[in-house]
């Protein structure tokens, strides 16, 4: 056990499937050893009758203190004047660039072996603003919005982390050829950027051209960024080719604030069912130790996860297995003890 000051972690368990993998998230962190002082707050649907919000102000306060969350899934309220609570928190705290991680693991079945990529996803702009209105009864509209700021913000960030990481291609994904404008400015911004970067290839795909290339050849792939919709969609394609989307983590990404998430959603049909994969959850908290500086401990999570993987015994119904999501995450903590 280190003698270290903990590090002070915002927890948010939200809702649905939220606080079930997030409990298995934690049990497989504090295995490791690392020494965190969890602040949780509530937010989603649960916070509603309590705060009549289901983002309050202070869970942003708290966001903003730690500087690192860890964040359960939330449900988008429909029918009622709340905005989505996920696009509500990276809009409010400038948390522009998500980001998820698809890679396939020996021991999952997938056509896709070897495949590795990660979609850079800018959050706080395009349609997703939610800024709709009717014209008269039976028409209503949409605005894309995009700016030059938004986009070398994110293309910016999806450049800096191939480089970090060694990563060989970035390719920019959109729809310039007809959106001229809005993609169009997009498109601008990611040729420009990528000339400070001779040593990273750049690529431009149209959307629906990169969902058939994904589909036929996801290898080929390395970082793709993109406006806030295609990436939504893009990075759940992602998730399908390495066998589920139940195995990719996330983050939202800020000036000094980081959010740290699966990149599935909060499926509520299978709440309380305890069934569910915690694995994008726990690779989360692997990510989020990282950014504590806990480089050996988010290693052994890694391990352990591929390991159990490996081995089949313990897989949920998404992986064709028939174990339960207490049962996969006490295999994790389980080879924790073993690995390294």
């Known amino acids: 056990?280190?003698?270290?000051?903990p590090h002070r972690v915002t927890l948010i368990s939200g809702d649905g499937i939220g606080p079930e993998i997030v409990k298995s998230a934690q049990e497989?962190?504090?295995s490791t050893g690392v020494r965190i002082e969890w602040e949780e707050v509530k937010a989603g649907q649960c916070a509603i009758s309590e705060f009549g919000h289901p983002v309050p102000e202070s869970v942003l306060d708290s966001i903003k203190r730690t500087h690192a969350t860890l964040?359960?899934?939330m449900s988008n309220i429909r029918g009622t004047e709340f905005p989505g609570p996920n696009g509500y928190i990276r809009r409010t705290l400038g948390?522009?660039?998500?980001?998820?991680?698809?890679?396939?693991?020996?021991g999952v079945k997938t056509f896709y072996p070897n495949t590795d990529i990660v979609v850079v996803r800018e959050t706080t702009e395009d349609v997703y603003r939610g800024q709709e209105q009717m014209i008269g009864k039976d028409a209503a509209v949409a605005i894309k919005f995009i700016t030059r700021e938004g986009a070398r913000r994110v293309i910016s960030f999806a450049f800096d982390f191939a480089s970090r990481e060694n990563r060989e291609k970035v390719t920019v994904v959109l729809k310039a050829n007809v959106l001229r404008l809005t993609d169009g400015l997009f498109l601008e911004e990611a040729r420009s950027?990528?000339?400070?970067?001779?040593?990273?290839e750049f690529e431009e795909m149209n959307v629906d051209a990169q969902c058939l290339e994904l589909v036929r050849k996801p290898q080929e792939y390395d970082v793709l960024v993109m406006p806030n919709l295609y990436g939504d969609i893009i990075s759940d394609l992602a998730g399908g080719l390495v066998g589920s989307v139940g195995l990719c983590?996330?983050?939202?990404i800020g000036e000094d604030i980081s959010v740290f998430e699966a990149a599935h959603g909060s499926a509520p049909k299978y709440a309380g069912l305890n069934k569910v994969n915690p694995t994008a959850m726990i690779l989360s908290g692997a990510l989020m130790l990282e950014y504590l500086g806990e480089n050996d401990n988010a290693l052994k999570i890694r391990k352990a996860v591929s390991e159990v993987l490996v081995d089949g015994d313990y897989l949920t119904y998404d992986l064709g297995g028939t174990t339960s999501t207490t049962q996969m995450t006490g295999a994790i903590v389980n080879k924790i003890e073993t690995v390294l």
């Not at 056990?1 to 000051?5: D, F, L, R, T, V």
């Not at 948390?95 to 020996?106: E, G, Q, T």
């Not at 983590?249 to 939202?252: D, T, Y």
């Open 1 to 5: 056990m280190s003698n270290q000051e």
């Open 28 to 30: 497989v962190i504090e």
């Open 71 to 73: 964040k359960g899934p």
């Open 95 to 106: 948390l522009y660039a998500n980001v998820r991680f698809a890679r396939s693991f020996a």
């Open 193 to 200: 950027i990528s000339q400070n970067f001779p040593n990273i």
């Open 249 to 252: 983590p996330g983050v939202n």
